[in-house]
């Protein structure tokens, strides 16, 4: 189960994930637990029937969390937030380096050569569309890196009451200078909104940063989560925190027509 938990800003726990205070420590020592649990070909062809979200490929519904990639940009007062779905052969070097940042280790587990972030990268895009790594880019360029689930499906079930099509969040800020100065929030908010505007079968979005990284606690709480209890998960005792769509306050914009693939 990735760490979720948001150390990368100031306002979030200090980089452990990505290790931004507000973005930075998504911890859950288990990274490939996500993936654990396999699901019946019939249940998987089911979801996979439902319409998917707005995008170039939407119609499709070619995973379980309604395209993802076709999501779209959506506008901050950082400058215009987008997430893309993971490239391995390109992405995997830039990943691999910020997970080797001391910061974000302590959290995310994931140092060692390339080859390590591989195979969990590996592991997501290979699988039934429950989790997809997206980096995260601030007017084009990559500064984070998140992992959208369905927590419905993943192993969080196991350990709290979850509803159909519950999504949660997993996150880390790739960079250093662009720690402690609130960032986490922004993006953990932007993020939020464009769940709760592009997966219109959701009504919550989770995230389980570890208790201890009371930076990423907070960004959490900043960007309109909620405490909804302690929960011991393996490898960590977790702050699980929801954001129900009723609390969405920053609309995401209009999707780009033709997002990058």
């Known amino acids: 189960m990735a760490s979720t938990d948001a150390s990368a800003d100031g306002g979030t726990a200090p980089a452990p994930l990505g290790t931004d205070p507000e973005l930075g420590t998504d911890t859950d020592e288990d990274e490939d637990d996500t993936l654990d649990l396999p699901l019946p070909e019939e249940f998987v062809t089911l ?13 499709s519904g070619d ?35 910020w997970m080797n940042d001391p910061a974000v280790a302590a959290y995310w587990e994931l140092t060692g050569p390339r080859s390590v972030t591989e ?13 997809v ?16 689930y369905r927590a419905d499906l993943d192993p969080l079930a196991r350990y ?64 309109g989560f909620q405490l909804a209890a302690e929960v011991d998960l393996p490898g960590k005792r977790a702050a699980l ?3 129900d769509r009723g609390a969405r306050a920053v609309p995401p914009g209009p999707p780009d027509p033709s997002p990058p693939a």
């Open 47 to 59: 979801f996979r029937g439902r319409p998917a979200g707005p995008g170039p490929d939407a119609r």
């Open 133 to 148: 790594p997206c980096l995260g880019l601030l007017e084009g360029a990559p500064v984070s890196y998140w992992e959208i």
């Open 119 to 131: 195979e969990h990268l590996r592991a997501q895009l290979e699988g039934d569309g429950r989790s």
């Open 160 to 223: 709290c009451p979850v509803r159909p099509h519950d999504t949660g969040v997993h996150l880390l800020i790739g960079e250093d200078a662009d720690r402690g100065r609130g960032l986490g929030t922004t993006l953990i908010r932007a993020v939020a909104g464009l769940v709760l505007a592009r997966r219109p079968g959701c009504t919550r979005v989770l995230a389980e940063p570890d208790l201890r990284n009371t930076p990423s606690v907070a960004a959490f709480r900043s960007a």
């Open 241 to 243: 925190m929801v954001r």
């Open 63 to 97: 995973d379980l969390l309604d395209h993802v990639a076709g999501w779209g940009p959506t506008a901050t007062s950082e400058g215009l937030f987008q997430l893309v779905p993971v490239r391995l052969e390109q992405d995997a070097a830039l990943i691999s380096r």
